[in-house]
């Protein structure tokens, strides 16, 4: 069993920055990656982006690339999503979620490609 825990979201205003971290926690666990996730009222869950834990590679949907930046600490176990020009349509739950063993990687852009999810933590963007 894992357990995630995110931290800092928050209200920020549009075009401003915030960063997201999320812990992972358990008895004698080994990841094979972790994603972030974003669920706006009415809408679907969201990929965000991906980070394989072995190699920091990286996997971002189109609509952060290039403003959102994910990063993981293999030491502390935890994984952090830095997210710039941020825009009100920003605005969702975001979650993250481990995936424990191998599984190609075009899974990790689906809900199902993991195996624990975080609680969710409010990022709000006014405009």
């Known amino acids: 069993q894992v357990q995630l825990v995110e931290s800092w979201g928050g209200l920020v205003q549009a075009g401003g920055s915030l960063s997201l971290s999320c812990a992972a926690s358990?008895?004698?666990?080994?990841?094979?990656?972790m994603g972030w996730f974003r669920q706006a009222p009415g809408k679907e869950r969201e990929f965000i982006a991906a980070i394989r834990w072995s190699d920091g590679n990286t996997y971002y949907s189109d609509s952060v690339k290039g403003r959102f930046t994910i990063s993981r600490d293999n030491t502390e176990n935890t994984m952090s999503l830095q997210m710039n020009s941020l825009k009100p349509e920003d605005t969702a739950v975001y979650y993250c979620?481990?995936?424990?063993?191998?599984?190609?990687?075009?899974?990790?852009?689906?809900?199902?490609?993991?195996?624990?999810w975080g609680q969710g933590t409010q990022v709000t963007v006014s405009s």
């Open positions: 979620a481990t995936r424990m063993s191998w599984t190609p990687w075009g899974t990790l852009r689906t809900s199902s490609g993991y195996n624990y």
């Open positions: 358990g008895r004698s666990f080994s990841l094979y990656a």
